[in-house]
Antibody, heavy 121, light 107 residues
Framework: QVQLQQWGAGLLRPSETLSLTCGVY????????WTWIRQPPGKGLEWIGE???????NYNPSLKSRVTISVDTSKNYFSLRLNSVTAADTAVYYC???????????????WGQGTLVTVSS | DIQMTQSPSSLSASVGDRVTITCRTS??????LNWYQQKPGKAPKLLIYAASSLQSGVPSRFSGSGSGTDFTLTISRLQPEDFATYYC?????????FGQGTKVEIK
């Protein structure tokens, strides 16, 4: 059963770079998309972006200028970097596996445990 | 971006009740609609994918229906462990977007 375990710094100052990593256990990288999603405190969910095992990425246009998602298939992890953070980037960040099936669509399952990232001066 | 509108935003129900949550999209998305359950402090959990397919391991009291712009999540007989927030999500076009959530509370 695939498990996603994420880690990274939880407290940042404005203008710093957010950096999170998601380890993928008991699953091959190929055949799926690997995704980052965030949730501001008390609010809804926002898709940040995704990557496949070839390193092809797709980002939310609202964050595209500041986001980089990368993958290391040899170590079975993928990472998120978000530059120039502000208080508006304070959120719980989740990694998730994205299943893609032709004619059925795509969905997120499972999810990592989440990491609260707080941006404060 | 495709806008997702869930209703109601919250509801109060009793154990054993039938609960229905609606998700409406700003444009037709065929059946590319998923439902998630989130409990406080936890990651969302996939319940339904492709509008009506039950994810493995999810109790059969959960069901989904709809296509186009109108979708429904139904819990046939609410159980104590079902009190949570429910989100719909479209995968028809990028960026994938979520509804604002429906909180199901104990009456």
């Amino acid at each position: 059963q695939v498990q996603l375990q994420q880690w990274g710094a939880g407290l940042l100052r404005p203008s710093e770079t957010l950096s999170l990593t998601c380890g993928v256990y008991d699953e091959s990288f190929s055949g799926y998309l690997w995704t980052w999603i965030r949730q501001p405190p008390g609010k809804g969910l926002e898709w940040i972006g995704e990557i496949n095992h070839f390193g092809y990425t797709n980002y939310n246009p609202s964050l595209k200028s500041r986001v980089t998602i990368s993958v290391d298939t040899s170590k079975n992890y993928f990472s998120l970097r978000l530059n120039s953070v502000t208080a508006a980037d304070t959120a719980v960040y989740y990694c998730a596996r994205q299943q893609v099936l032709r004619l059925l669509g795509r969905w997120f399952d499972p999810w990592g445990q989440g990491t609260l990232v707080t941006v404060s001066s | 971006d495709i806008q997702m509108t869930q209703s109601p935003s919250s509801l109060s129900a009793s154990v054993g009740d039938r609960v229905t949550i609606t998700c409406r999209t700003s444009q037709s998305i065929s059946s590319y609609l998923n439902w998630y359950q989130q409990k406080p402090g936890k990651a969302p959990k996939l319940l339904i994918y492709a509008a009506s397919s039950l994810q493995s391991g999810v109790p059969s009291r959960f069901s989904g229906s709809g296509s186009g712009t109108d979708f429904t999540l139904t819990i046939s007989r609410l159980q104590p462990e079902d009190f949570a927030t429910y989100y719909c999500q479209q995968s028809y076009s990028a960026p994938q977007t979520f509804g604002q959530g429906t909180k199901v509370e104990i009456k």
